[in-house]
C-alpha cells in the first residue's frame, strides 16, 4: 500500500515547522520529505536532514534533468522537491509530507491530484506581526513588507483542502493528525486490505 502525500503550505511565522516537528517525533509512519535548496545551513541544520544544501548550478542543473516534482523560488533561493526524496518514502508506506511554500502546492495540485493540500494559519493578522517581530531583530519597514507578504500567502488558502488554526500546538498538531489519519480509513485506501479480508484477488 502507498501512503498518503499532504502539501503543508503555511506563511511565515505561522510555526509551521515546529508544528510539524512534534508531529513526527510522535508518529513515526508519519515523515516529512528533504528537499533541496541553495540557501545557506542555518545554525544547527544537517545536510541530508533538515534540506540537501546545493549550489545553483547543482540546483539548475536538477532542473534541466527533471529531477524535481515541483521548485520554486522563495526569497531569492531555489526549493524543489526531487522525484526521487518523494518516491523513496511513498514506496515504503508512510504518509508524506511536503513542507513547501504556496507555489509549490499549487504544481503538486496540478500533477498530483491525489495529494491532500493543508493550510497552516496564524489565529490573528495581530498574532503573526507579534511572531514576526520576536523572531527577528528586524527593522520595521522589513517587518512590514514580511507581514504584507504574508497576507498574500494566507490569501492563497482558499486553494487548499484543509485549513489549520495555530492558536495552540497540542491542538494544531490534533488537528493535523486528524486529517492526516482519516485519508487513510477512505474507502479508496483500504481496498487491498476489503479484497485481503473477503479473500478476494478482484481490485475492483
Ligand atoms: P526556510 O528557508 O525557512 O527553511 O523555508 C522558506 C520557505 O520555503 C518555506 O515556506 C518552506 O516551506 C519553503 N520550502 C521548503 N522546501 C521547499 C520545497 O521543496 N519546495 C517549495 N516550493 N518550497 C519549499
Keep these: 500500500m502507498q501512503g498518503n502525500i499532504f502539501v503543508i503550505s503555511a506563511a ?6 515546529t508544528l510539524i516537528a512534534r508531529l513526527l517525533q510522535h508518529h513515526s509512519d508519519i515523515r516529512v520529505s528533504v528537499s533541496h535548496t541553495t ?8 545536510n541530508g536532514k533538515h534540506y540537501h544544501f546545493v549550489s545553483v548550478p547543482e540546483f539548475e542543473r536538477m532542473i534541466e534533468e527533471g529531477q524535481f516534482v515541483e521548485y520554486a523560488k522563495v526569497y531569492g533561493n531555489y526549493y524543489g522537491t526531487s522525484t526521487q526524496s518523494l518516491e523513496s518514502l511513498t514506496r515504503q508506506g508512510v504518509d508524506v509530507i511536503l513542507e513547501i511554500d504556496t507555489q509549490g502546492a499549487e504544481q503538486i495540485r496540478r500533477l498530483l491530484p491525489q495529494a491532500y493540500s493543508i493550510f497552516i494559519a496564524p489565529p490573528s493578522l495581530a498574532t503573526l506581526e507579534q511572531r514576526l517581530r520576536q523572531r527577528a531583530a528586524d ?5 512590514a513588507v514580511r507581514l504584507a507578504e504574508a497576507r498574500n500567502e494566507i490569501e492563497q488558502a482558499r486553494l487548499f483542502d484543509y485549513l489549520v488554526v495555530n492558536d495552540d500546538l497540542t491542538a494544531a498538531e490534533a488537528a493535523l493528525l486528524h486529517i ?10 483500504q481496498t487491498p486490505f476489503l479484497n485481503e479480508l473477503l479473500g478476494s484477488s478482484d481490485n475492483a
Design 139 to 143: 527593522a520595521p519597514q522589513v517587518i
Design 39 to 46: 540557501r545557506a545551513p542555518r545554525r544547527g541544520e544537517e
Design 180 to 189: 492526516i489519519k482519516s485519508q487513510r480509513c477512505r474507502l479508496e485506501n
Design 12 to 17: 511565515s511565522g505561522t510555526g509551521k515547522t
